[in-house]
């Protein structure tokens, strides 16, 4: 497998302009994360879905981020409208359910977003 | 909920020396414990977890852990640190196995000739 699968890996975009941010996790696998890195708040959990159902989007920061994830093979982050505080970078991380043992989750290679 | 304390926001250590990075972590039962590593400009790769069992964990790279539930304490170790060693490693602590992981702030390792 490829692994989890994140595109843009660099989005730059000017304030007040739409970003979508793309996730593909791994075959298989029903629950998927979206995770934000910053400096000073670390890895935050922004929202997280299991079998394609958001659970919990206490995480997401503003109204202005919303996520979707139509099947089990496809999630998106759109930020509308960006702001500069938004920058960061976005991680998206899947896992499974199955067997005691699966119990890590698999993390994308993250998309850096720089909004100016 | 869960919480992971990282008390250490950087370490130096010199090339060949022994590391001990710390964890705590916060939750009412057993969780599943981990470790992550991420270099600069990539993602997240697991080194190790522990869900049950002995509580000395064997991860990738020659790093190990040992999970002490008196402490609440999973501390992440290596013998013998090399250069390619420096990296942020982040302890992560999950209460099953379809709920978030919860991070701590990460440990930046360097290390020196």
């Known amino acids: 497998d490829a692994g989890v699968i994140q595109s843009p890996r660099h989005e730059v975009t000017e304030m007040g302009q739409e970003v979508t941010l793309r996730c593909k996790p791994i075959s298989g696998h029903n629950s998927l994360f979206w995770y934000r890195q910053t400096m000073m708040r670390g890895l935050e959990l922004l929202i997280y879905?299991?079998?394609?159902?958001?659970?919990?989007d206490s995480g997401m920061p503003e109204d202005r981020f919303s996520a979707k994830m139509p099947n089990a093979s496809f999630s998106t982050l759109k930020i509308q409208p960006s702001e500069p505080r938004d920058s960061a970078v976005y991680f998206c991380?899947?896992?499974?359910?199955?067997?005691?043992?699966?119990?890590?989750?698999?993390f994308g290679q993250g998309t850096r977003l720089t909004v100016v | 909920a869960q919480s992971v304390t990282q008390p250490d926001i950087h370490i130096t250590v010199s090339e060949g020396a022994s590391l001990e990075l710390r964890c705590n972590y916060s939750y009412g039962a057993t969780p599943y414990l981990f470790w992550y590593v991420q270099s600069p400009g990539q993602g997240l790769q697991l080194l190790l977890k522990?869900?049950?069992?002995?509580?000395l964990v064997q991860g990738i790279k020659g790093f190990e852990a040992e999970f002490k539930r008196s402490q609440s304490s999973f501390n992440l170790r290596k013998p013998s640190v090399h250069w390619s060693d420096a990296a942020e490693y982040f302890c992560?602590?999950?209460?099953?196995?379809?709920?978030?992981?919860?991070f701590g702030k990460g440990t930046r390792l360097s290390v020196i000739a």
């Open positions: 879905f299991n079998n394609n159902v958001p659970i919990d």
């Open positions: 992560a602590v999950r209460a099953s196995g379809n709920t978030p992981l919860v």
């Open positions: 522990y869900f049950s069992g002995d509580t």
């Open positions: 991380a899947s896992s499974s359910r199955s067997g005691q043992q699966n119990t890590e989750a698999f």
